[in-house]
């Protein structure tokens, strides 16, 4: 049987044929002032999907390599730092924390949770030393979304105190302006919002943030944010960079800024909310108490093993995600970054529904589906 794939893993996602296209061309030499202009291009353009003016820099890496460079650059060896652990990500900043040997404050939160704001309270009134918070914005192992402002407030209420996220499915989706969420340290990875192939991460860091840059004691090489502000500014970088990644992300973000950032936003709002409503209207319950709208997170029915249901979905042509460490084979994540429109849902809901049929779960065939176009016709104005 012909089956077409179709990607809707939160990462990596479906390109635009435009990204293909820049994709598919002869490499340049990057030490040139062609690929001067367009690394220059693509800098402006980051800062206009940021909306900032200070550096935003980029790592021939995927989104961890920004995420060590956030640990490595901006604090000193026995710094006490907050981790909100709500997750997989949450787990990788405690790990790389416990790399850069940090003191770490482990907020653990169950799967599918955000924080509770009065024990952030209660944590940094017991400890008002600490020097950084670490967030995922949008935590995509249990699809859920963290509020980052109300974490920006307090950083800045804090003594010195950096508010450091991981935006990586967040950039894209949501309108993301550090400066406004008081955020001081964001990263971000190709391969998930931004519809690009995996290898290229992004950081963006505050001035208060460039400061402690300064004092660091932390080793590190390749991912030195201050040597590389420096030459990215004039656009080049210090190493190799990812000549045609960058050429990409030209094309993808001259899509996302021609949409328009609010726009972007409101497109994956519905798209989320479309997936929500039809999965709940089908009798399945979400993973999420915070759903992110990068990507939905649901349980799979009593009695039948998430993978098994993958499975099924898989041979009707639909690729979707599991769960990790304790949430496999009971759950399975829908993506909504990439290369998405309205339609895309509608077609994701409908193998659902013919992939649970077939597996024996009770179904109604074309509820879930009739459910998502009602939310999308209500949204369409
Ligand atoms: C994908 C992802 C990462 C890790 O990115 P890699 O590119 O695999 O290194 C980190 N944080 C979040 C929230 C992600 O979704």
Not at 4 to 20: A, M, N, Y
Not at 48 to 69: N, P, Q, W, Y
């Amino acid at each position: 049987m012909f089956i077409k794939e179709r990607l809707f893993t939160p990462g990596p996602v479906p390109l635009p044929p435009q990204v293909i296209k820049a994709l598919g061309q002869q490499i340049i030499h990057h030490r040139t002032p062609e690929f001067t202009q367009i690394f220059l291009e693509a800098r402006e353009n980051l800062q206009k999907l940021l909306k900032t003016e200070r550096d935003v820099i980029m790592f021939a890496s995927s989104g961890t390599g920004a995420m060590e460079a956030s640990v490595a650059n901006f604090f000193r060896k026995g710094d006490r730092v907050l981790i909100i652990n709500a997750g997989k990500f949450g787990q990788r900043w405690k790990e790389l924390a416990s790399v850069y040997q940090l003191k770490i404050v482990d907020y653990e939160i169950e799967w599918g949770k955000t924080y509770d704001k009065e024990r952030i309270l209660q944590i940094i009134s017991e400890f008002p030393d600490i020097k950084g918070i670490f967030v995922q914005h949008s935590e995509t192992s249990t699809t859920t979304y963290h509020d980052v402002k109300y974490l920006g407030d307090i950083a800045k209420k804090l003594d010195d105190c950096l508010l450091v996220v991981d935006g990586i499915t967040s950039v894209g989706v949501y309108q993301v302006y550090p400066e406004e969420l008081g955020i001081d340290v964001l990263v971000t990875g190709s391969q998930k919002a931004l519809m690009l192939p995996p290898g290229l991460s992004v950081l963006y860091f505050s001035e208060k943030a460039e400061e402690r840059a300064s004092k660091s004691d932390m080793p590190r090489y390749y991912f030195d944010v201050l040597k590389e502000a420096k030459k990215q500014s004039k656009g080049q970088t210090a190493y190799t960079p990812a000549i045609n990644l960058i050429i990409a992300l030209n094309e993808s973000l001259k899509l996302i800024l021609g949409e328009g950032l609010d726009n972007l936003e409101e497109r994956h709002r519905i798209m989320a909310e479309a997936t929500r409503e039809a999965v709940k209207e089908i009798g399945l319950k979400l993973l999420s108490e915070s759903p992110s709208n990068s990507a939905t997170g649901v349980y799979s029915p009593a009695g039948i093993d998430a993978d098994q249901l993958r499975k099924e979905l898989l041979k009707l042509g639909f690729r979707v995600a599991g769960g990790q460490d304790h949430l496999k084979g009971k759950i399975f994540r829908i993506a909504h970054m990439g290369y998405f429109d309205f339609m895309d849902v509608v077609q994701v809901i409908a193998g659902l529904e013919m992939a649970l049929k077939r597996i024996g779960y009770e179904i109604e065939i074309g509820k879930g589906v009739r459910k998502a176009q009602e939310v999308i016709l209500e949204n369409l104005g």
